[in-house]
């Protein structure tokens, strides 16, 4: 298996509230390996999450455009499966990044 990661984008259609400190209502605590295909966007050369995403295949994560208009194809690490953002995580880099042709990142919906 490949180490590197393709990561392709939908358009963001979601609209982020004024308090950025909102946490998900409802949900529950996940078990380490839970959710293996839960994946965190971290710069390259740090540990700083930036985005969520999914594997959807063997080497495809999909994720929002919005973090990701502007950054080189090399440039994030991608660790599955974790729960919390911090701790010990494998990552691999990422290949290519693929953004929806209709983003706008402005708006941060489609044209």
Known sequence: MSSVFKIINIPSILKFPADRNERIVGGQDASLGQIPSQASLRSWNTTFHFAGGVLISNRWVLSVAQYLVGRANNSINIALGLVTLSGNFTAR?????????????TTRENK
């Open 93 to 105: 880099r990422s290949d290519l990044i693929v953004v929806h042709q209709d983003f706008n990142p």
